[in-house]
Nanobody
Framework: QVQLVESGGGLVQAGGSLRLSCVAS????????MGWFRQAPGKERNFIAA????????NYVDPVKGRFTISRDSAKNTLYLQMNSLKPEDTAVYYC???????????????WGQGTQVTVSS
């Protein structure tokens, strides 16, 4: 059974930082790309970042470029999202996702975590 478990969310002031983690089990995720999505209140879930199976390639949406960094430790089956210079508009539930492809650009995500809340106060 595939399982993705996120942690690290919380309440932070604008300009602060948080580091999200996602531990994967039940599948050899080191062979596949992984990503992060977020869903703000009343909005759709949107892609924000992905990393290739090797960690050698990353893909970000413009609103988080230069502020967020996605990384992975395949030995620990763990995905990370370092979030710096947080803004109130970053407030959302953040989801870890597992891809069915090796590329950070395929968009073929089929596995999801339960989400972790990030709230940024102004």
């Amino acid at each position: 059974q595939v399982q993705l478990v996120e942690s690290g969310g919380g309440l932070v002031q604008a300009g602060g930082s948080l580091r999200l983690s996602c531990v994967a089990s039940g599948r050899t995720f080191s062979k596949y790309a992984m990503g992060w999505f977020r869903q703000a209140p009343g909005k759709e879930r949107n892609f924000i970042a992905a990393i290739s199976w090797s960690g050698g390639s990353t893909n970000y949406v413009d609103p988080v470029k230069g502020r967020f960094t996605i990384s992975r430790d395949s030995a620990k089956n763990t995905l990370y999202l370092q979030m710096n210079s947080l803004k109130p508009e970053d407030t959302a539930v953040y989801y870890c996702a597992g891809s069915n492809d090796m590329s950070a650009y395929s968009g073929d995500f089929g596995y999801w975590g339960q989400g972790t809340q990030v709230t940024v106060s102004s």
